[in-house]
């Protein structure tokens, strides 16, 4: 069974920083670009973030680059945003997703995605 976990979201002040884990199990990690998505209240889907296999390319939404940096750990089958300097405008649900070993790294939409995780919930407010 494929899984694809999320962790790491909560309660943070502006300013502040969190780190969203991933477990994958199911599929061979190593092989498959990863995505990261949110979705703010009352939203539609944004993509953030992508990694290709192995990690060699990275791209950013405009909105988080220099902020947010993903990464991938395939020894655990891993992926992790770590996001810093948050704003209030971050607060958003996050999902990670995948839809194989290559894809546009734009895609947002649950949809588009052949694995999708339940998504770890980020509060960034005073």
């Known amino acids: 069974e494929v899984q694809l976990v999320e962790s790491g979201g909560g309660l943070v002040q502006p300013g502040g920083s969190l780190r969203l884990s991933c477990a994958a199990s199911?599929?061979?990690?190593?092989?498959?670009?990863m995505s990261w998505v949110r979705q703010s209240p009352g939203k539609g889907f944004e993509w953030v973030s992508y990694t290709s296999r192995g990690g060699g390319t990275t791209y950013y939404a405009d909105s988080v680059k220099g902020r947010f940096t993903i990464s991938r750990d395939d020894a655990k089958n891993m992926l992790y945003l770590q996001m810093n300097s948050l704003k209030t405008e971050d607060t958003s649900v996050y999902y990670c997703?995948?839809?194989?070993?290559?894809?546009?790294?734009?895609?947002?939409?649950?949809?588009?995605?052949?694995?999708w995780g339940q998504g770890t919930l980020v509060i960034v407010s005073s």
């Open positions: 199911g599929f061979t990690f190593s092989s498959y670009a």
């Open positions: 997703a995948t839809r194989g070993p290559y894809y546009s790294w734009w895609l947002a939409n649950p949809d588009d995605f052949k694995y």
